[in-house]
């Protein structure tokens, strides 16, 4: 292993802590929002920052074991929650390879992913639960989307700079 | 920022005005709630009166509150209680959930009676 390879070793290892220390972070904010597990998405900064300073196999390295973790700290491993999290997590990266595609900026990919992640959940509670509860909340799950995407972005626009240094 | 991705996220701002216009537009107080879970209707309740009450339904088990005409749950076992944060819901837009048990307390019915009910 070369030294390199070391080094991203324990990047991707802090990255994915630190998402899990944050989506933590996230469940003890109060509910600001009226979305049933609404989130504002602060683990995804971690994917985002993994995709940009390595790849995107990477990004999906990062985001699968950030939500298993996630849920074995949160103990929702296995239940319905996980599944929907999973979901999300799931169509989030499957719309992250769409905006590498389309070579979207890191703004217009962060909104594409946040919008992943609320699809996904979407489509899991639509086909196990109810369809109308999803309808209800679309308004707010788009909105939603754009404005915390937008904001995740910035953060990740903020970050990319000093922590590209970091690995040199 | 690239043409294609300015299209999009016009159209999604534009999508999301239009549902959120829908959403404003047909959202109207009314007094039946209906309590399910996993897509089982287990009570309807009637808002005009007061109760404190517990429902039980398998390992799922809660406690709601109607008062005012609005509903909320008071007690329910799941990791972030964010159904009982929410508080209290009387428009037929409003949903109470609780993703981890399944459980759904919407509001429905049309209120015409009820609004002019309000104005006497």
Redesign the interface.
């Known amino acids: 292993m070369n030294k390199q390879n070391i080094k991203k070793l324990v990047f991707l290892g802090l990255i994915i802590s630190i998402s899990l220390i944050l989506s933590y972070l996230e469940v003890l904010l109060p509910p600001f929002i009226p979305i049933p597990f609404f989130k504002i998405g602060l683990a995804q900064i971690g994917v985002l920052i993994t995709w940009i300073l390595f790849s995107y196999k990477d990004a999906v390295l990062v985001s699968l074991s950030k939500t298993i973790l996630a849920s074995l700290l949160l103990g929702t491993f296995f239940t319905y929650v996980f599944f929907i999290s999973l979901g999300g997590a799931l169509v989030s990266l499957i719309f992250l390879f769409l905006g590498t595609k389309l070579k979207f900026s890191i703004y217009g990919i962060s909104i594409l992913s946040a919008l992943g992640h609320n699809l996904g959940q979407s489509l899991i509670i639509g086909l196990t639960l109810s369809w109308s509860l999803v309808l209800v909340y679309s308004p707010f799950i788009l909105l939603s989307s754009l404005f915390f995407g937008f904001f995740i972005g910035y953060i990740v626009n903020l970050l990319k700079k000093p922590l590209s240094k970091l690995i040199k | 920022?690239?043409k294609?991705?300015i299209v999009?996220?016009l159209v999604?701002?534009v999508?999301?005005g239009l549902?959120?216009l829908?959403?404003l537009l047909t959202n109207n107080a009314s007094t039946k709630a209906i309590i399910s879970i996993?897509?089982q209707e287990i009570a309807t309740l009637d808002l005009n009166k007061n109760i404190i009450k517990t429902f039980t339904d398998g390992h799922v088990s809660l406690k709601v509150e109607v008062k005012n005409k609005s509903i909320r749950i008071i007690e329910i076992d799941c990791?972030?209680h964010?159904?009982v944060?929410?508080g209290f819901i009387q428009t037929t837009?409003?949903?109470i959930?609780?993703?981890?048990n399944?459980v759904?307390i919407?509001i429905e019915g049309k209120n015409n009676e009820e609004n002019l009910d309000g104005v006497q």
């Open positions: 920022m690239k294609n991705e999009f996220l999604l701002a999508l999301s549902l959120l829908f959403f996993d897509n990791p972030n964010l159904c944060k929410q837009k409003e949903k959930v609780c993703l981890p399944k759904i919407s």
